[in-house]
């Protein structure tokens, strides 16, 4: 499944992005701040879109111009999260690559994708979160109108062996409605 939004596209990975994908995700300003290690080759690249990105619901973040992969964005459904056990709840992430940075293309792909979560996958919750320090994720998340539901101050992060502080944040189907986001 494709989403389209004003300037981007929303599609599922191919391994034939595994190049672009390595030319973002190796970045260190890239993943730690998101909780995971930056890519150390393309074939580790590739291993990621063959196995995480594989998941249903995860698509290739690309601008319309040239439908080159330029980010990550999912919602990761039941069995694909910490945040949640039930089916009719997910948890939303995503990331881009630093040159794309304060376009505005996540909090347009997080929109189109909470939409398709609320009105297709007929979510009634979709969770959020971010780790301390990480202002422009927090950002993302308050102008798709999450708000904060809770904060772990000894959150232990396995892919980095590192303990922080996250914050967790919701948005539910009543509240987005409301907020006429359709």
């Given at each position: 499944?494709?989403?389209?939004?004003?300037?981007?596209?929303?599609?599922?990975?191919?391994e034939s992005d595994a190049e672009d994908l390595y030319t973002y995700a190796k970045d260190?300003?890239?993943g730690p701040i998101a909780g995971w290690q930056p890519h150390k080759s393309v074939e580790d690249?590739?291993?990621?879109?063959?196995?995480?990105?594989?998941?249903?619901e995860c698509y290739a973040?690309?601008?319309?111009?040239?439908?080159?992969a330029i980010g990550s964005i999912a919602l990761m459904l039941n069995g694909n999260t910490e945040?949640?056990?039930?089916?009719?709840?997910?948890?939303?992430?995503?990331?881009?690559?630093?040159?794309?940075?304060?376009?505005?293309?996540?909090?347009e792909a997080a929109k189109a994708l909470i939409r398709h979560g609320f009105l297709k996958l007929r979510m009634n919750i979709i969770w959020c979160g971010y780790y301390e320090g990480n202002e422009k994720s927090k950002r993302v998340q308050e102008k798709c109108g999450f708000t904060h539901y809770k904060t772990h101050p000894h959150l232990y992060i396995s892919l980095m062996r590192e303990i922080r502080t996250g914050h967790i944040t919701r948005l539910?189907?009543?509240?987005?409605?409301?907020?006429k986001q359709i």
């Open positions: 499944m494709t989403i389209e939004t004003e300037r981007l596209i929303l599609r599922p990975w191919k260190p300003d890239i690249s590739l291993h990621i879109i063959r196995t995480v990105f594989a998941q249903p973040v690309c601008l319309k111009t040239d439908n080159r945040l949640t056990d039930r089916d009719d709840e997910c948890e939303l992430g995503y990331w881009i690559g630093k040159p794309f940075w304060g376009n505005g293309y996540i909090p539910t189907r009543a509240e987005w409605l409301t907020r």
